[in-house]
């Protein structure tokens, strides 16, 4: 007798052939990244909110905006809330006279009185920002536009309305100049600058890159005086980089100190308006100091103290772990020592580090001395009057302090190192910081907060690690008014591509510290399969890479890596990066690499032991100090054991060819920690680089700021002890290497080698 099939078999045996069928078409249907898309396409490069500079008061911005219909710029006034514009320069009048044409708006600055604006344009780069163009002063009653120097002088800089609206000073080869708008009379008001001599009211390389400063003076609140840095570089050395793609090599210098080698020596001058006389204080900082006192880092005017604006100052000492706030009293030029830090390592330098109040009694001082990122007040004499925050937690921004209601808001990494987010603290005198913060961001993820002037309004930027940014408005209480940019369009491709997700976790360091990490896994990933591995690492002093936090192309493509290559992508924050505490950040100082390698690889090693794992076939990736990181993880100590493959872009190989503020900040001077550098060069561990170990490097031959010498060196020193590896070089690109279809090249050119040889 034949068996006969039931109903319920024969309905799951259609179900079950059907299922990988319907997978397959799900699958077929879900669209894969693509490297052009990633790394050259708008594909997934999102809206933005425009953003702009707060008013006085209230949810309004002001912003330049490009008008279609004129082809000029428009100033525009923007209320949030209210979603209402105003226009209040129309750039189509703005025909310059010695030029005969429109001006686009790049800058602006209004007088105090509201009559007359200051136009910055047609902008050049300088380094890293357009600092260098051309001003003018438009009358808004008039409409005329008036240029306030001749362009054939050459580029103005950083040009600033005096209190009364009725000068503009500026910077011109590396000299101030004073214009008087009532007769145009132009006057030079220092006259020493000079190309690798003395420089006014700017910088030097170093001081632009490492504490972030450009804009070199400042008015005096009642504007009869100017403050303004003067650097004299004659004695620093000259770096060359050289243009090979012409015809005849274009050779391209300029002033770049080393560790170890001398920096330009710095003062800081006050010049009379009135009379022209200019006087310095004395800061033992000129040609004198020595180590002790090498560096000015800020420096600004005070509110009245005592009826009288003074000048108030940041010196440093070389090794940067003991600073001074100094008051100079521009009528004697006496110099007063305010405030006090030391730190046993180095002393961070932030934006908002002073802050004064409108009381004009008071500032905010950010301070780690407690071990972490906190705020203090303290009396403008320089009196402490109470900690304002407290915990083991950093904060990472300070917004401002309410002081109607004595409240204080600013951002931190309190409820984990992965998350930023805002919150607020009563400031009480006599207290011992002990109130406890109120969290008004709510969403998981990183939020970027930018107050308005009168801190009753907050611009949220916030992003996910499965999220782009999304912008939107609310009250300082956190209660939404708006979404100013939702990146809907964005969102919505990014779902249907269904990408694989960063997990958190922690792995433990080479000491047993538990670290921050993420891994990402292919999105078919089989538990009973082994897999390749890929770190990718940053890891410098202060940095982090494990944030719940949007990781835009570099997430993209480590999400790439995962589902097209079958690749589980992880990193690592290894001891000494940021958010966890002082001594957690300064445990590798004077010894840069060694313990960050260490981390590296015991990292390595616990990501090797999972079952799904291939211990054979792990590998490393990262740029600048992630390059460095990435060659001494692989050479140094057990790296040849752990790592087979690296990918090194823009590294580092020695700091005594890096720049003195940044370097000697974590290493000291080479002169004295001879023993710190050797141990945390690449170069030193050339020869430990493994016949089975396969090595990539790249970088740009004309990066200012980590020299392709770095590379030249290291190649130098592989092919000296005869170590294979691939390099390769981009003409003309700098650190960023960008620029066309470079960035598309290299990193197809990485993802290659990765699939080659992981």
């Given at each position: 007798m034949r068996a006969r099939t039931s109903f319920w078999t024969l309905l799951i045996i259609a179900l079950t052939t059907a299922l990988p069928t319907t997978l397959r078409a799900q699958e077929a249907a879900r669209p894969h990244l693509t490297l052009e898309d990633i790394h050259a396409s708008r594909k997934f490069s999102g809206a933005f909110f425009r953003g702009g500079r707060w008013a006085e008061a209230g949810p309004v911005i002001t912003f330049i905006e490009a008008n279609r219909e004129s082809g000029a710029t428009d100033l525009i006034r923007y209320d949030l809330e209210k979603d209402a514009r105003t226009r209040l320069i129309d750039g189509a009048k703005l025909m310059a006279p010695d030029v005969g044409r429109l001006i686009a708006i790049e800058g602006y600055q209004y007088s105090q009185d509201g009559t007359k604006a200051l136009l910055y344009t047609d902008s050049e780069r300088v380094w890293r920002q357009n600092t260098k163009g051309y001003y003018y002063v438009f009358d808004l009653a008039s409409e005329t536009l008036t240029p306030i120097s001749d362009r054939a002088r050459g580029f103005q800089m950083f040009a600033k309305l005096n209190p009364a609206g009725d000068k503009v000073a500026f910077v011109r080869d590396r000299n101030l100049f004073l214009v008087d708008l009532a007769?145009?009379?132009?006057?030079?008001?220092?006259?020493?600058?000079?190309?690798?001599?003395?420089?006014?009211?700017?910088?030097?390389?170093?001081?632009?890159?490492?504490?972030?400063?450009?804009?070199?003076?400042?008015?005096s609140p009642d504007g009869a005086r100017i403050a303004f840095f003067k650097l004299d570089e004659s004695h620093t050395h000259d770096f060359f980089m050289t243009d090979l793609r012409k015809l005849y090599p274009e050779a391209v210098h300029f002033r770049y100190p080393k560790a170890g080698e001398v920096n330009s020596e710095i003062e800081i001058g006050v010049i009379d308006v009135a009379t022209g006389g200019i006087s310095y204080f004395d800061t033992d900082t000129w040609y004198a100091g020595g180590d002790r006192h090498e560096y000015l880092a800020r420096m600004g005017w005070t509110p009245a103290i005592d009826g009288a604006n003074k000048v108030w100052m940041f010196r440093l000492d070389r090794d940067q772990n003991d600073l001074d706030l100094l008051y100079g009293d521009p009528a004697t030029g006496e110099v007063t020592v305010v405030l006090d830090e030391h730190e046993p390592t180095w002393i961070d330098v932030e934006t908002s580090k002073l802050t004064y109040l409108d009381d004009g009694e008071h500032f905010v001082w950010r301070s780690e001395v407690d071990g972490y990122d906190h705020l203090y007040l303290y009396e403008n004499d320089g009196d402490l009057v109470a900690p304002i925050t407290t915990g083991p937690w950093d904060v990472t921004a300070f917004h401002g302090i309410d002081e109607a209601t004595g409240t204080a808001y600013f951002t931190a990494a309190l409820d984990s190192p992965l998350e930023?987010?805002?919150?607020?603290?009563?400031?009480?005198?006599?207290?011992?910081?002990?109130?406890?913060?109120?969290?008004i961001t709510r969403a998981p993820g990183r939020?970027?907060?930018?107050?308005?002037?009168?801190?009753?309004?907050?611009?949220?930027?916030?992003?996910?690690?499965?999220?782009?940014?999304?912008?939107t408005l609310h009250r300082r209480d956190g209660a939404p008014v708006k979404t100013l940019e939702g990146n809907e369009t964005l969102i919505e491709t990014l779902a249907a591509y269904d990408?694989?997700?960063?997990?958190?976790?922690?792995?433990?360091?080479?000491?047993g510290t538990p670290l921050n990490a993420y891994l990402i896994k292919p999105r078919d990933f089989d538990p009973n399969k082994t897999y390749?591995?890929?770190?990718?690492?940053?890891?410098?002093?202060g940095s982090q890479t494990v944030q719940n936090a949007w990781g835009g192309s570099?997430?993209?493509?480590?999400?790439?890596?995962?589902?097209?290559?079958?690749?589980?992508?992880a990193s690592v924050d290894n001891r000494g990066t940021g958010a966890r505490g002082k001594a957690f950040k300064s445990v590798t100082y004077k010894k840069l690499g060694v313990?960050?390698?260490?981390?590296?690889?015991?990292?390595?090693?616990?990501?090797?032991?999972?079952?799904?794992?291939?211990?054979?076939?792990?590998?490393?990736?990262?740029?600048?100090?992630?390059?460095?990181?990435?060659?001494m993880s692989m050479l140094y100590d057990d790296g040849p054991n752990v790592f087979k493959l690296g990918v090194s872009v823009a590294p580092v190989t020695d700091w005594r060819l890096y720049d003195t503020i940044y370097t000697e900040r974590y290493m000291s001077t080479p002169q004295k920690n001879e023993e710190g550098y050797r141990m945390g060069?690449?170069?030193?561990?050339?020869?430990?680089?493994?016949?089975?170990?396969?090595?990539?490097?790249?970088?740009?031959?004309?990066?200012?700021?980590?020299?392709?010498?770095?590379?030249?060196?290291?190649?130098?020193?592989?092919?000296?002890?005869?170590?294979?590896?691939?390099?390769?070089?981009?003409?003309?690109?700098?650190?960023?290497?960008?620029?066309?279809?470079?960035?598309?090249?290299?990193?197809?050119?990485?993802?290659?080698?990765?699939?080659?040889?992981?």
């Amino acid at each position: 007798m034949r068996a006969r099939t039931s109903f319920w078999t024969l309905l799951i045996i259609a179900l079950t052939t059907a299922l990988p069928t319907t997978l397959r078409a799900q699958e077929a249907a879900r669209p894969h990244l693509t490297l052009e898309d990633i790394h050259a396409s708008r594909k997934f490069s999102g809206a933005f909110f425009r953003g702009g500079r707060w008013a006085e008061a209230g949810p309004v911005i002001t912003f330049i905006e490009a008008n279609r219909e004129s082809g000029a710029t428009d100033l525009i006034r923007y209320d949030l809330e209210k979603d209402a514009r105003t226009r209040l320069i129309d750039g189509a009048k703005l025909m310059a006279p010695d030029v005969g044409r429109l001006i686009a708006i790049e800058g602006y600055q209004y007088s105090q009185d509201g009559t007359k604006a200051l136009l910055y344009t047609d902008s050049e780069r300088v380094w890293r920002q357009n600092t260098k163009g051309y001003y003018y002063v438009f009358d808004l009653a008039s409409e005329t536009l008036t240029p306030i120097s001749d362009r054939a002088r050459g580029f103005q800089m950083f040009a600033k309305l005096n209190p009364a609206g009725d000068k503009v000073a500026f910077v011109r080869d590396r000299n101030l100049f004073l214009v008087d708008l009532a007769t145009m009379e132009e006057t030079r008001l220092t006259d020493d600058g000079s190309e690798g001599g003395i420089i006014n009211g700017t910088f030097d390389w170093v001081y632009e890159e490492e504490f972030g400063l450009r804009d070199g003076w400042a008015w005096s609140p009642d504007g009869a005086r100017i403050a303004f840095f003067k650097l004299d570089e004659s004695h620093t050395h000259d770096f060359f980089m050289t243009d090979l793609r012409k015809l005849y090599p274009e050779a391209v210098h300029f002033r770049y100190p080393k560790a170890g080698e001398v920096n330009s020596e710095i003062e800081i001058g006050v010049i009379d308006v009135a009379t022209g006389g200019i006087s310095y204080f004395d800061t033992d900082t000129w040609y004198a100091g020595g180590d002790r006192h090498e560096y000015l880092a800020r420096m600004g005017w005070t509110p009245a103290i005592d009826g009288a604006n003074k000048v108030w100052m940041f010196r440093l000492d070389r090794d940067q772990n003991d600073l001074d706030l100094l008051y100079g009293d521009p009528a004697t030029g006496e110099v007063t020592v305010v405030l006090d830090e030391h730190e046993p390592t180095w002393i961070d330098v932030e934006t908002s580090k002073l802050t004064y109040l409108d009381d004009g009694e008071h500032f905010v001082w950010r301070s780690e001395v407690d071990g972490y990122d906190h705020l203090y007040l303290y009396e403008n004499d320089g009196d402490l009057v109470a900690p304002i925050t407290t915990g083991p937690w950093d904060v990472t921004a300070f917004h401002g302090i309410d002081e109607a209601t004595g409240t204080a808001y600013f951002t931190a990494a309190l409820d984990s190192p992965l998350e930023r987010h805002l919150y607020r603290v009563p400031v009480r005198a006599g207290s011992d910081g002990g109130a406890t913060p109120v969290k008004i961001t709510r969403a998981p993820g990183r939020h970027r907060i930018n107050m308005s002037a009168d801190l009753r309004y907050y611009i949220d930027s916030h992003s996910s690690a499965t999220q782009p940014t999304v912008v939107t408005l609310h009250r300082r209480d956190g209660a939404p008014v708006k979404t100013l940019e939702g990146n809907e369009t964005l969102i919505e491709t990014l779902a249907a591509y269904d990408l694989p997700a960063p997990a958190f976790m922690t792995v433990p360091g080479a000491d047993g510290t538990p670290l921050n990490a993420y891994l990402i896994k292919p999105r078919d990933f089989d538990p009973n399969k082994t897999y390749p591995l890929l770190m990718y690492v940053y890891g410098g002093p202060g940095s982090q890479t494990v944030q719940n936090a949007w990781g835009g192309s570099r997430y993209l493509w480590h999400a790439y890596l995962a589902d097209e290559l079958g690749i589980l992508v992880a990193s690592v924050d290894n001891r000494g990066t940021g958010a966890r505490g002082k001594a957690f950040k300064s445990v590798t100082y004077k010894k840069l690499g060694v313990l960050e390698a260490e981390d590296q690889q015991a990292a390595a090693r616990h990501f090797a032991a999972l079952p799904y794992v291939d211990a054979g076939r792990v590998g490393i990736w990262g740029w600048s100090y992630g390059g460095f990181m990435t060659l001494m993880s692989m050479l140094y100590d057990d790296g040849p054991n752990v790592f087979k493959l690296g990918v090194s872009v823009a590294p580092v190989t020695d700091w005594r060819l890096y720049d003195t503020i940044y370097t000697e900040r974590y290493m000291s001077t080479p002169q004295k920690n001879e023993e710190g550098y050797r141990m945390g060069a690449p170069q030193t561990y050339a020869d430990r680089l493994g016949d089975h170990q396969k090595l990539l490097m790249a970088h740009g031959d004309f990066d200012d700021n980590v020299h392709f010498q770095n590379s030249v060196q290291m190649i130098d020193k592989f092919e000296a002890a005869n170590r294979q590896f691939r390099f390769m070089m981009y003409p003309g690109r700098n650190h960023g290497i960008f620029g066309g279809t470079t960035r598309l090249h290299l990193f197809r050119m990485i993802t290659d080698f990765i699939r080659e040889n992981l």
